[in-house]
């Protein structure tokens, strides 16, 4: 059983920056599978954000890439997220996510794993 515990989100105002982490916990081969950030806004549905698989090889939204970014710590189990010039439509709950393998999606429904969440508010 994979244990996703996210922390970092803050409310904030637009163009600010925030890094959210994510220990991960319960199955020492998360190295091997993909993992993902995903965020969901009120009355909107869940959406992918940004994923890396276990060679590192990242791949973001188009409404986020350039601005945030997907890294790990492999030694510290520790998944992030560093998110720049933030803006107004970034609020959102912000959920890390493991797939079952190396496989990377930007969907929900393939996620294995899911944290409970951290928030991020964006101001104007």
């Known amino acids: 059983q994979v244990q996703l515990v996210e922390s970092g989100g803050e409310s904030v105002q637009a163009g600010g920056s925030l890094r959210l982490s994510c220990a991960q916990s319960g199955y020492t081969s998360n190295q091997d599978r993909c993992m993902a950030w995903f965020r969901q806004a009120p009355g909107k549905e869940r959406e992918g954000v940004a994923t890396?698989?276990?060679?590192?090889?990242?791949f973001y939204a188009s409404s986020v890439k350039g601005r945030f970014t997907i890294s790990k710590d492999n030694a510290k189990n520790t998944l992030y997220l560093q998110m720049n010039n933030l803006k107004p439509e970034d609020t959102a709950l912000y959920y890390c996510?493991?797939?079952?393998?190396?496989?990377?999606?930007?969907?929900?429904?393939?996620?294995?794993?899911w944290g409970q969440g951290t928030q991020v508010s964006v101001s104007s």
């Open positions: 890396i698989d276990s060679h590192g090889t990242t």
């Open positions: 996510a493991a797939f079952g393998d190396n496989l990377c999606f930007l969907m929900a429904r393939m996620v294995r794993y």
